[in-house]
């Protein structure tokens, strides 16, 4: 049988709802988390919230910090390089793996990427995924030690911050210049009252400027994340997660205990002494903490998982899973809310909200992202970016709305 006939979209009644659910839970981290970038970026976010000392302000700042911060992109690459896996298993028990199946996937989801960076956002990570996903792609064959092994490695290894600096120094431009000509006035004219294209130059030197942090901080995480997924996927753990998630719950609850130990002391007490202060020692650090992070990341997993198999939970957690299902609709749909919000396209509110009323929002934009992904879904059979997304990728025109 002609193999691009064979290869089919998974069809709605084979979904497993809870990863569905993780993915709605891991676009709303995210949310909250680039929503406060999108309101203050990078350059200025430390002196705006450094202004707002009331309580509920500094508590929603402590909040973010404690519990959002690193903590869901960890979450969301895990899901994609599990749902690569879990792509090419069924493929595999069809008609074997097509690698330029994924090939021509990765390579629609970096252009949707570049679109969103271009038009909304400089902050996107769909292009970093598509990209990643091209280097696991040949590894989604291999064994599930080698897999975890790798995973392990590419989360530990200490030493991205100097490779990545050699690294930069051998390429044509400066990183640091890009947004030379910017201070924190520049940037808040350009938002507010600045034209579209205006706004287009602007997501592309902040974009070069956060290279650095993109290829030494963010690509590895993902990579690593990425393996460990398909690790999962490999594991068939989506075919026996109720057992899965009792076999683990002391390990996740012993490393969740100790990393939760460390952040404190991270952030609350090692400030306060000259080791911290250290240059040899505080990439070590930051690097334990980076680890922390994603454990709690991993943790959430574990307990939404936990909480899904007991009634109540899953009364609560089941809205999520309409969301998860238009994942990519939605993580585009809130960059463009957000130009509506803080660009001179419409309110205008870059700069303008308190820490508690910005999270405040993100709560609202998100309930309304699941009454409406809800309504979509009892008329279409994917979201619509999904939609094109696959129609791309199987090189058909699908039917969008249910019979």
């Known amino acids: 049988m002609n193999q691009k006939n064979t290869i089919r979209p998974t069809q709605k009644t084979r979904r497993i709802e809870l990863l569905d659910v993780y993915r709605g839970f891991a676009v709303f981290g995210i949310f909250v988390v680039n929503i406060v970038v999108m309101h203050s970026t990078y350059l200025n976010q430390d002196v705006y919230n450094a202004q707002w000392t009331t309580s509920i302000d500094l508590w929603t700042q402590r909040i973010l910090q404690l519990l959002f911060y690193t903590k869901f992109f960890p979450i969301f690459s895990l899901l994609f390089g599990w749902g690569m896996s879990m792509q090419a298993l069924k493929m595999k028990a ?11 996937r990765m390579g629609y989801l970096w252009l949707f990427g570049i679109l969103h960076i271009a038009l909304l956002w400089s902050g996107d990570v769909l292009h970093l995924y598509a990209v990643m996903g091209l280097l696991v792609t040949p590894l989604i064959t291999q064994r599930r030690a080698l897999l ?4 392990i490695f590419f989360l530990l290894f200490p030493f991205y911050e100097p490779l990545i600096s050699f690294v930069m120094e051998q390429v044509p431009f400066s990183t640091e210049e890009a947004l030379a000509s910017y201070d924190a006035e520049a940037v808040r004219q350009v938002i507010q009252h600045g034209s579209f294209t205006d706004g287009m130059e602007l997501r592309f030197r902040e974009y070069v400027a956060n290279l650095p942090m993109l290829l030494g901080f963010l690509a590895p995480m993902a990579f690593s994340m990425f393996l460990l997924g398909m690790y999962l996927g490999k594991k068939n753990v989506h075919n026996t997660l109720f057992s899965f998630l009792y076999k683990i719950k002391n390990p996740i609850l012993l490393f ?3 990393s939760n130990a460390y952040r404190l002391v991270f952030l609350f007490v090692l400030p306060d002494y000259e080791l911290y202060r250290d240059p040899d020692l505080r990439p070590y650090f930051i690097k334990l903490m980076v680890l922390s992070d994603v454990f709690m990341g991993i943790f959430y997993l574990w307990l939404i998982g936990w909480l899904w198999f007991r009634r109540m939970g899953r ?8 969301v998860g299902r238009m994942a990519l609709t939605n993580y585009l749909l809130q960059s463009f809310i957000g ?5 001179s396209l419409g309110f205008r509110l870059y700069e303008t909200l308190r820490p508690f009323e910005t999270f405040l929002i993100a709560i609202v934009i998100f309930v309304f992202q699941i009454g409406f992904s809800k309504i979509w879904l009892q008329y279409f059979r994917w979201g619509p970016l999904e939609w094109m997304w696959r129609c791309t990728t199987y090189r058909k025109l699908l039917p969008l709305k249910k019979s």
């Open 339 to 343: 130009v509506i919000l803080f660009t």
């Open 94 to 104: 069809r008609q074997g793996i097509s690698f330029s199946f994924f090939v021509r």
């Open 148 to 151: 975890l092994g790798m995973s």
């Open 256 to 258: 969740t205990i100790l």
């Open 315 to 322: 009364s609560i957690l089941s809205p999520l899973r309409h």
